[in-house]
């Protein structure tokens, strides 16, 4: 396949390349290419509903089986997703050289996945809004890996804690939730240290994550985008390729 070698990229590798630290950002978009759904396009995740009315713990507390359904579909969906080149590319390029961040606003776990694919699992991602393969407990500290099909059919098969039987959650961070305190904390310490960051993706819109890249940019970084559309980072990107990240990341990343 021959790729795009346009002076837009040779200078977004430039960029790249001359950074010792990068911090790199992913969202949805990354993961489009895997066939999973972003949240804003036009196919977006749920028709009927909006994400920031069904990821709330409003949502959940009102109707847990609902929210669950939409969760253990989304979670079946990932479950047969492949880490494309995009997620594989970033993995190899982070375990050949030093000083790079992954942060992902992603819950799909595809970066974990695409490291142990191509065995750089020393290569972790700052996962900013949790995984939808974990769970966590609505009434003791228990959070632990959580695989099983859903069945959302009725409040008493939704899943139940294995300590104390009570109601778990996805271990997600839904709207109006802090972050992980210590993977914020971390991904902002990273994004101020950087000399570039990446940025794939995303709309650009949720903070406090999109504010990782703000922080970078504000600290000097150079910042590169791969984005279908413009965003409001847009701006602020020494270059913004318009493309599909399973194509440009590669391009950009790969010797
Ligand atoms: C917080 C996990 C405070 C769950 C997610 C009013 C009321 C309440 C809150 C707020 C409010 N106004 C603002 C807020 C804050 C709110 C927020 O930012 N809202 C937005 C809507 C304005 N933020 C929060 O609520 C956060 N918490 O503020 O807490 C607090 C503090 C202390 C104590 C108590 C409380 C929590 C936000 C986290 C929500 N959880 N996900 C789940 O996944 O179900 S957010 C979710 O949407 C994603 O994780 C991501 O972060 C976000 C945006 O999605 P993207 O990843 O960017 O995807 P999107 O579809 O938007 O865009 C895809 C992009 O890819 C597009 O640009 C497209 O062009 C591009 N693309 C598509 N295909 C490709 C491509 N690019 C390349 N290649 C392709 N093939
Ligand atoms: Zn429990």
Redesign the pocket.
Same mark, same amino acid.
């Given at each position: 396949m021959t790729r795009p070698v346009s002076s837009e990229i040779h200078k977004a590798r430039a960029a790249l390349a001359h950074a010792p630290r990068v911090l790199v950002l992913t =969202?949805? =978009?990354?993961s489009?290419?895997s066939g999973l759904r /972003?949240?804003? =396009?036009k196919e977006g995740l749920w028709k009927r509903y909006r $994400?920031?009315e069904l990821?709330t713990p409003e949502a959940f507390a009102r109707d847990p089986r609902l929210v669950w359904e939409w969760?253990g579909w989304?979670r079946s969906t990932v479950m047969e997703a492949r880490p494309n080149a995009a997620h594989l590319a970033l993995a190899r390029w982070a375990g050949r050289r030093s000083g790079v961040s992954l942060v992902t606003?992603?819950?799909d776990g595809l970066h974990a996945r695409g490291a142990e694919d191509v065995g750089t699992s020393n290569v972790r991602s700052i996962e900013?809004?949790?995984s939808?393969l974990r769970v966590r407990c609505t009434r003791c500290p228990e959070r632990y890996g959580h695989r099983e099909p859903v069945d959302a059919a009725s409040p008493e098969t939704l899943p139940k804690c294995r300590s104390c039987r009570g109601l778990l959650r996805?271990d997600? #961070?839904?709207?109006?939730? $802090?972050?992980p305190a210590d993977a914020l904390g971390e991904a902002m310490d990273r994004a101020r240290r950087a000399g570039a960051c990446l940025v794939? =993706?995303?709309?650009?819109?949720?903070?406090?994550?999109a504010g990782v890249a703000a922080a970078a940019v504000s600290a000097g970084a150079r910042l590169v985008e #791969?984005? /279908?559309?413009p965003?409001p980072l847009t701006p602020h990107a020494v270059v913004s390729l318009r493309?599909?990240?399973?194509e440009a990341v590669p391009s950009l990343l790969e010797p």
């Amino acid at each position: 396949m021959t790729r795009p070698v346009s002076s837009e990229i040779h200078k977004a590798r430039a960029a790249l390349a001359h950074a010792p630290r990068v911090l790199v950002l992913t =969202g949805a =978009g990354i993961s489009a290419d895997s066939g999973l759904r /972003t949240f804003r =396009g036009k196919e977006g995740l749920w028709k009927r509903y909006r $994400p920031e009315e069904l990821a709330t713990p409003e949502a959940f507390a009102r109707d847990p089986r609902l929210v669950w359904e939409w969760y253990g579909w989304r979670r079946s969906t990932v479950m047969e997703a492949r880490p494309n080149a995009a997620h594989l590319a970033l993995a190899r390029w982070a375990g050949r050289r030093s000083g790079v961040s992954l942060v992902t606003q992603n819950v799909d776990g595809l970066h974990a996945r695409g490291a142990e694919d191509v065995g750089t699992s020393n290569v972790r991602s700052i996962e900013l809004h949790g995984s939808l393969l974990r769970v966590r407990c609505t009434r003791c500290p228990e959070r632990y890996g959580h695989r099983e099909p859903v069945d959302a059919a009725s409040p008493e098969t939704l899943p139940k804690c294995r300590s104390c039987r009570g109601l778990l959650r996805p271990d997600v #961070v839904w709207f109006g939730e $802090p972050l992980p305190a210590d993977a914020l904390g971390e991904a902002m310490d990273r994004a101020r240290r950087a000399g570039a960051c990446l940025v794939v =993706g995303t709309s650009a819109r949720v903070y406090p994550a999109a504010g990782v890249a703000a922080a970078a940019v504000s600290a000097g970084a150079r910042l590169v985008e #791969v984005n /279908t559309h413009p965003t409001p980072l847009t701006p602020h990107a020494v270059v913004s390729l318009r493309a599909r990240a399973a194509e440009a990341v590669p391009s950009l990343l790969e010797p």
